[in-house]
């Protein structure tokens, strides 16, 4: 059998539309949606996902903002900038650019930004109304494998879900948001002695560490559902995830590709977000 490919593009052109749509009315009610993404430094890959944030934000006929400061930047000049975007009422969103320079506490950062503004879901306010299933802004990334589940109709009450890493961004809220549809859930990290073992019970398999081939056609069972949501380069230089995509498509009954998979999807929560925020402005 060959995997069907969850394509994360064409379901993220189908969410803008909806996005786009939903802006529209509420700039008829005189909202516009507001996203201010704040740059320190120069960190190529970062100016990279900024780039296309901003891109999305222009799409959908969102207002955006884009802070470019230099890595000299102190840790306090950085605070007043998030607290003077929590007063702005022109902004219904605020994203802090990842990583910072090491000499700013970027949890403190995160901490700053006002529960109601934020719309990566890293606020340790989100974290505990994911945890509790209390209204909340999502992480993007799981947010974006949960609506990729949803959109080829996959029923998680009672399957098994692998998630393997454990990050804050996207290993623990993936769980929790499988959790909420009453999936069994396990998460793998460095210290999982078998690996494989824990794989291969999976129904569905979401890999999120950041290393090439940490999952391959042996350590997935037939049929089984494989979000990659890993960021890598090959020895070509292309770019690629943390699943051998040609052995484990062999295998799984879906897939998602990289690129073209969850990456798209993570953008287009982030929008998402920021209009849910907006709207709830205007039910205030």
Same mark, same amino acid.
């Given at each position: ?6 394509? !994360? ?20 009610? !005189? ?121 080829? !109709? ?5 399957? $098994? ?27 793998? $990290? ?95």
């Amino acid at each position: 059998m060959t995997a069907q490919l969850i394509d !994360g593009n064409a379901l993220s052109r189908q969410l803008r539309a909806d996005v786009t749509a939903r802006v529209t009315a509420l700039k008829a009610n !005189g909202i516009t949606p507001g996203l201010a993404v704040v740059l320190v430094g120069e960190n190529a890959a970062s100016q990279v996902y900024v780039r296309n944030k901003v891109k999305a934000c222009e799409d959908t006929g969102m207002h955006s903002v884009l802070e470019r400061w230099p890595a000299t930047m102190t840790e306090a000049e950085l605070l007043a900038r998030v607290d003077a975007l929590n007063a702005d009422t022109t902004i219904h969103g605020i994203l802090v650019q990842l990583p910072l320079p090491a000499h700013i506490d970027a949890q403190k950062v995160i901490e700053a930004i006002s529960p109601a503004k934020d719309v990566d879901g890293f606020h340790i306010a989100s974290a505990g109304a994911l945890m509790t299933g209390m209204p909340g802004f999502w992480p993007c990334t799981p947010y974006g494998c949960m609506k990729m589940l949803e959109s080829i !109709g996959y029923e998680l009450k009672g399957k $098994h879900a692998v998630v393997i890493g454990r990050s804050n961004i996207v290993g623990k809220p993936m769980a929790l948001m499988l959790l909420q549809q009453n999936a069994t859930v396990t998460i793998c $990290h460095s210290a999982t002695k078998d690996l494989k073992a824990m794989t291969l019970q999976a129904d569905v398999i979401v890999a999120a560490v950041g290393k090439r081939n940490v999952l391959t056609a042996d350590m997935v069972k037939a049929g089984a559902v494989v979000l990659d949501v890993g960021m890598n380069r090959n020895d070509e230089g292309k770019l690629c995830g943390d699943v051998d995509f040609e052995g484990v498509k062999q295998v799984a009954g879906w897939i998602t590709p990289v690129p073209g998979g969850v990456g798209p999807m993570t953008i287009t929560m982030l929008m998402v977000n920021t209009l849910e925020s907006a709207e709830r402005t205007e039910r205030r």
